[in-house]
């Protein structure tokens, strides 16, 4: 495995960011969504964010599989193409 460089770990912690954020946010709005239509107040938006959290965590060991797996070879290759 090569050496990281800093723009290198800036790029994964972005994609982190991404993977954790987005998902997050997109439950919590889409349980707070819900519960105006359904008129249930803190339901929508706690499931919401407990399903966005699992997709997360999800999300996140997913990357950090495909990395440990070699998955930052491959994308160097892609790169370079």
């Known amino acids: 495995m090569t050496q990281l ?3 290198d770990l800036v790029r994964i912690l972005g994609y982190v ?5 987005v998902p997050m ?6 349980g707070l969504v819900l519960d ?9 938006a706690l499931g ?3 399903v966005g959290s699992l997709v997360a965590a999800t999300g ?3 990357y950090i599989r495909a990395w440990s797996r070699g998955g930052a070879e491959t994308d160097e290759r892609a790169d370079e193409r």
């Not at 946010?25 to 889409?30: F, K, Q, R």
């Open 5 to 7: 460089t800093p723009a």
């Open 48 to 50: 919401g964010l407990a």
């Open 25 to 30: 946010v997109g439950g919590t709005v889409l």
């Open 60 to 62: 996140v060991w997913l």
């Open 36 to 44: 105006a239509m359904l008129r249930t107040s803190p339901i929508g």
């Open 17 to 21: 960011t991404l993977i954790l954020v």
